[in-house]
């Protein structure tokens, strides 16, 4: 499985972003899947997730803000992140999970201007 992150980048403070993340196949039905965030000098976090059944999980910090999705067909998961804030402000990284087996993307760097 190999996971491809993009549409990051610089944004003011109550600004919106879409993060994509491909897959190099259908994984969706097989695999837990989302978004992690690491800041400078921070460990990496969980931001939100979407199980196989379509169950999502959001951090406190962004209910409300940012939305996860996907697309089976096109085998794309997102992150629509709107109302961005400073401390949103990392590398945002995607990972699918199925058993013992864990893939990352590469990452793609938000940052929000205050």
């Known amino acids: 499985v190999q996971l491809q992150a993009s549409g990051g980048g610089l944004v003011q403070t109550g600004g919106s972003l879409r993060l994509s993340c491909a897959a190099s196949?259908?994984?969706?039905?097989?695999?837990?899947t989302g978004w992690y965030r690491q800041g400078s000098g921070k460990q990496r976090e969980l931001v939100a997730s979407?199980?196989?059944?379509?169950?999502?999980y959001y951090t406190d910090s962004v209910k409300g803000r940012f939305t996860i999705s996907r697309d089976n067909a096109k085998n794309t998961m997102y992150m629509t992140m709107n109302s961005l804030k400073p401390e949103d402000t990392a590398v945002y990284y995607c990972?699918?999970?199925?058993?013992?087996?864990?893939?990352w993307g590469q990452g793609t760097q938000v940052t929000v201007s205050s």
């Open positions: 196949g259908s994984i969706f039905s097989t695999h837990a």
């Open positions: 979407i199980g196989t059944g379509g169950e999502t």
């Open positions: 990972r699918a999970k199925r058993g013992a087996y864990t893939y």
